[in-house]
């Protein structure tokens, strides 16, 4: 073995630093998407690894649908508070009052695509010209495509035919005025490289993605948490049961999984036993083949 | 456990997607909701059993038109290895694809038709392989079944493939293995149709092969990307350089000189996040300190003061153009080295390869996939090595500053005096 051979969770975490501190170079305003879930926490640690004792060079934006699991915004604020740095808040339910979307209606509505709304509306509100995000290329097979630094136009429109070749560590972060570029600093991540790396660097999670009692409906399938947020009907049979969630979103979309897994060696057990994929449990996912591709045509993170 | 990145290269005709669909497949790397998702697609093989190719190609243009167009990233790990796949279009208007996925491989796998042997495609994903520098190579013969599995036909193809390429090509660490991705036949088990062949699977050859990382050199290079200054109360004189070191090891109390200005100091201190270690070396991202306060930022280059590298202005390298505008040597264009941005131009075209035939031609335009030999003028001088000695210091894109797409790769060559 070369003696310049590092173990492969240092290596994704160099790499992504490495990222990181390009956004920073390259970039006037950036600011890192953070959605509360697994993924933007992992962003936050690197980004503490990147420009610790100094202060973030951008600021954390939150996309808020108010379909929260409270718990997500519990830490969050917790979080916020223990970095001492900036947060930004977009509410989808300001673009619901600007009339500049309309709630959906029906069993399956979701404010989940609104989002897409909100958030070019608070990219260009304040004029970030980089939004770093923790998607993935594992999660979904249109973001295996995706390049790191992944310009959107002025339309927020990401355009799979027109990407630039990324080559060797050199990431293009030039752009035209009004266009802005997503960057995914742990593209290169899979779902259990990000659970043995939180094991490792020993962070916290919100407590929705360890086991716990909760009353759940099934719709389309899926586990789904009760809450007022989903439109239910004397169809809908509320059970209680030891749930946990793997990826965390809006409440309307977000599907649990049974489990009993309430310490991190047995989520990380339960996922390398896993026959079923992250986004299996994503039901905007499940409306076509290319229902992500169109998403992410349409601006999504 | 460490990574390996690999790119396979092969039109869809050699079961390229078929192959890396089968490796996902036999590692029980696809998951039951992804089966489901391809059993309920309509493309099937001629005998009805799943069309593995459909696991790559993401996009809806590639699925309707049963290509691969973009690099496409593929993850899977076993017990031994994590392995990152970069899935690259073969066909020849998709050569820039591939020198992008090439770009980051410690490995290629370049797929031989066995009906066909050793065809042009194969001259010009070699000759990628060669040009960009990968460390290892495997030839998989495919579609054995087709040949009756035959020794013969693998031994005149593996011949010919040797006399051809291996050697005009200086491919050092070339391994052959017969294979029938659609079967399974030595992917991941050993074939019983194939008891003649004496090697490993290629997976076994994956899981073991040594990775070698991106430079050959030993000599410490690290790029500023960003000077850490807190300018707080208790960090008032705080001033760290933030980067990713590109090749060699840093040692605090190693002299280092700055690049361009060539000051010189000495590590004072070195800090990975909250700990700070003696040294550090090739690919870690760290933050250096120095002994004396001198004018350093970003686009700055630190070097170990013994080893020195090149220092020009004028630079001959090999060119990969990439965007469907020719190039125009009348125009001004961003060349980003590292974190380093400048102006350039290209000063002459030396010669054109036919990457068909591998002759070098006289060249008057550079125009989507062609690959060349130029000298490039640049703006401020670059502190580079050789792409030979050092593939994270030797190379740079251009950047069109009309549009602002990344039009070429280069690839140092030569220093001109």
């Given at each position: 073995m070369s003696k310049y051979n590092l173990d492969y969770l240092d290596e994704l975490e160099a790499e992504a630093i490495h990222i990181l501190r390009e956004v920073a170079g390259q970039f006037e305003k950036p600011a890192l998407l953070f959605s509360g879930g697994k993924d933007s926490i992992t962003l936050v640690r690197l980004a503490e690894k990147a420009f610790r004792p100094g202060k973030f060079p951008f600021p954390l934006v939150h996309i808020d649908t108010g379909h929260n699991f409270e718990e997500t915004i519990t830490y969050r604020d917790k979080m916020v508070e223990r970095l001492g740095e900036k947060l930004i808040v977009g509410y989808v339910q300001d673009s619901i009052n600007e009339g500049k979307v309309i709630e959906q209606k029906g069993k399956n509505a979701s404010r989940n695509s609104l989002q897409t709304v909100t958030l070019l509306d608070t990219i260009a509100k304040h004029g970030f010209d980089a939004c770093i995000g923790g998607a993935r290329r594992d999660e979904e097979k249109a973001r295996a495509k995706e390049r790191i630094f992944s310009v959107r136009d002025e339309f927020g429109q990401w355009d799979p035919k027109r990407q630039r070749p990324e080559l060797w560590n050199i990431y293009n972060g030039r752009i035209h005025k009004g266009e802005n570029v997503r960057v995914f600093p742990i593209s290169n991540w899979t779902e259990l490289d990000v659970w043995n790396y939180i094991r490792r660097e020993k962070m916290d999670l919100p407590s929705i993605y360890f086991a716990h009692k909760r009353d759940t409906i099934t719709r389309n399938g899926q586990l789904m948490a009760a809450s007022p947020f989903l439109n239910m009907d004397d169809a809908d049979v509320v059970t209680n049961r030891m749930v946990r969630f793997r990826t965390v979103g809006d409440m309307s979309c977000t599907a649990a999984v049974e489990s009993e897994a309430d310490q991190i060696d047995d989520i990380i057990e339960e996922i390398s036993a896993s026959k079923i994929s992250e986004r299996g449990a994503r039901l905007d996912d499940k409306v076509s083949e290319a229902a992500m591709e169109d998403r992410k045509k349409g601006g999504y993170f | 456990?460490?990574?390996?990145?690999?790119?396979?290269?092969?039109?869809?005709?050699?079961?390229?997607?078929?192959?890396?669909?089968?490796?996902?497949?036999?590692?029980?790397?696809?998951?039951?909701?992804?089966?489901?998702?391809?059993?309920?697609?309509?493309?099937?093989?001629?005998?009805?059993?799943?069309?593995?190719?459909?696991?790559?190609?993401?996009?809806?243009?590639?699925?309707?038109?049963?290509?691969?167009?973009?690099?496409?990233?593929?993850?899977?790990?076993?017990?031994?290895?994590?392995?990152?796949?970069?899935?690259?279009?073969?066909?020849?208007?998709?050569?820039?694809?591939?020198?992008?996925?090439?770009?980051?491989?410690?490995?290629?796998?370049?797929?031989?038709?066995?009906?066909?042997?050793?065809?042009?495609?194969?001259?010009?994903?070699?000759?990628?392989?060669?040009?960009?520098?990968?460390?290892?190579?495997?030839?998989?013969?495919?579609?054995?079944?087709?040949?009756?599995?035959?020794?013969?036909?693998?031994?005149?193809?593996?011949?010919?493939?040797?006399?051809?390429?291996?050697?005009?090509?200086?491919?050092?660490?070339?391994?052959?293995?017969?294979?029938?991705?659609?079967?399974?036949?030595?992917?991941?088990?050993?074939?019983?149709?194939?008891?003649?062949?004496?090697?490993?699977?290629?997976?076994?050859?994956?899981?073991?092969?040594?990775?070698?990382?991106?430079?050959?050199?030993?000599?410490?290079?690290?790029?500023?990307?960003?000077?850490?200054?807190?300018?707080?109360?208790?960090?008032?004189?705080?001033?760290?350089?933030?980067?990713?070191?590109?090749?060699?090891?840093?040692?605090?109390?190693?002299?280092?000189?700055?690049?361009?200005?060539?000051?010189?100091?000495?590590?004072?201190?070195?800090?990975?996040?909250?700990?700070?270690?003696?040294?550090?070396?090739?690919?870690?991202?760290?933050?250096?300190?120095?002994?004396?306060?001198?004018d350093i930022s970003r686009g700055d280059v630190l070097v170990n003061s013994a080893y020195l590298p090149q220092r020009s202005q004028l630079i001959e390298a090999d060119l990969c153009w990439m965007d469907n505008k020719p190039m125009d040597d009348t125009i001004t264009y961003f060349l980003q080295h590292n974190s380093k941005l400048t102006k350039c131009k290209v000063r002459e075209i030396m010669y054109k390869v036919n990457i068909n035939t591998l002759e070098k031609e006289e060249a008057f335009e550079f125009k989507l996939n062609d690959i060349g030999r130029v000298v490039i003028k640049t703006a401020d001088e670059l502190a580079y090595d050789l792409y030979s000695e050092n593939k994270a210091n030797g190379s740079a894109i251009l950047i069109d500053s009309r549009t602002n797409l990344t039009v070429g790769a280069l690839m140092f060559r030569a220093i001109v005096e």
């Open positions: - | 456990m460490n990574i390996l990145k690999f790119f396979t290269a092969g039109s869809v005709d050699d079961g390229k997607s078929t192959l890396i669909g089968r490796l996902l497949y036999d590692t029980g790397s696809i998951l039951v909701d992804q089966l489901e998702a391809l059993q309920n697609s309509n493309r099937k093989n001629d005998d009805g059993s799943i069309d593995l190719a459909i696991l790559t190609d993401g996009l809806r243009a590639e699925r309707e038109q049963g290509i691969t167009i973009d690099v496409a990233y593929k993850y899977f790990q076993t017990g031994k290895r994590k392995f990152i796949i970069a899935d690259t279009p073969g066909h020849i208007q998709y050569t820039r694809n591939m020198v992008t996925g090439a770009s980051t491989a410690n490995l290629a796998i370049i797929l031989i038709d066995a009906r066909n042997g050793v065809v042009e495609q194969t001259i010009r994903h070699s000759y990628l392989v060669s040009l960009l520098g990968v460390s290892h190579v495997v030839i998989c013969i495919n579609k054995m079944d087709m040949e009756g599995y035959s020794e013969e036909v693998y031994h005149n193809i593996t011949e010919k493939y040797k006399t051809l390429l291996a050697a005009n090509l200086k491919l050092n660490d070339v391994t052959f293995i017969p294979v029938s991705a659609l079967k399974g036949d030595n992917i991941v088990h050993l074939s019983e149709n194939m008891p003649w062949y004496k090697g490993t699977s290629l997976l076994d050859f994956l899981e073991t092969v040594e990775v070698t990382g991106n430079q050959t050199s030993d000599y410490a290079r690290m790029p500023v990307q960003w000077v850490i200054r807190p300018q707080t109360d208790e960090l008032h004189d705080y001033r760290g350089y933030a980067g990713r070191i590109l090749s060699g090891t840093f040692k605090v109390n190693d002299k280092v000189t700055v690049l361009p200005s060539a000051s010189s100091s000495v590590i004072s201190k070195i800090e990975v996040f909250d700990k700070a270690p003696e040294e550090v070396t090739a690919g870690m991202s760290v933050t250096l300190h120095l002994k004396d306060n001198i």
